[in-house]
């Protein structure tokens, strides 16, 4: 069965929520986008979907302290969950959005793919893993999208990539990892087309 082309442009803002209990019903299909919070989630939503002001960037990383909900089509969402790691937020603050985050990935039945997003130059670091992990015991399969990709020279980034595949393997799971760059436009098609495959239910095309 061939994968349907998701027009991702279309995507628009549904809702922000402090907590699950305040999101649309648990139904359909959820794409959740994860990642520190200097590694460019905002800016990877906004290019995936063509838009300059979908998921606002802040040049303060950490700013996303809400779920946030678009829909790219009925039944079919993207999830921005809160950033974690680096933001200079209050203690009390940064507890109440990682126990959203965590509260989402274990409860939300609708989940059906994680990306989760690391800059280039600092891959797979600790928080990082324990997701990814989780995500392969969970057995919900996870994009690792290598952010800011255009930062290194187009052999650097080659290798990078290639490491960062091999290191992928340690997982045991279903991850697939993929150099992007916002700014440059790398990896938007290999992105699109995990995120149809996963929209489909999984189908391969």
């Known amino acids: 069965m061939a994968t349907v082309e998701l027009a991702f442009q279309n995507t628009h803002f549904i809702t922000s929520a402090p907590n699950i209990g305040k999101l649309p019903p648990d139904e ?74 965590s509260e989402y990935l274990q409860q939300r039945d609708s989940l059906q793919g994680l990306v989760v997003m690391m800059d280039i130059r600092h891959p797979f670091r600790e928080t990082d893993q324990e997701l990814i992990y989780w995500a392969v015991a969970s057995e919900i399969p996870v994009l690792v999208l290598l952010t800011k990709a255009d930062k290194l020279k187009p052999g650097q980034r080659k290798s990078t990539l290639l490491q960062a595949r091999e290191a992928a393997l340690a997982f045991q799971g279903d991850v697939t990892v993929e150099a992007f760059s916002s700014l440059k436009k790398f990896g938007v098609s290999e992105t699109e087309r995990v995120l149809n495959r996963w929209f489909a239910g999984g189908e391969n095309d």
């Open 28 to 101: 359909g299909i959820e794409i959740a986008f994860a990642g520190r919070s200097n590694a460019g989630k905002s800016s990877a939503l906004n290019t995936l979907t063509r838009q300059k002001n979908l998921a606002r960037t802040s040049k303060t990383p950490g700013r996303t302290q809400l779920i946030n909900v678009f829909e790219v089509a009925p039944d079919k969402r993207l999830i921005d969950l809160p950033g974690y790691g680096f933001a200079k937020v209050p203690m009390a603050v940064k507890e109440k959005w990682q126990q959203s985050l």
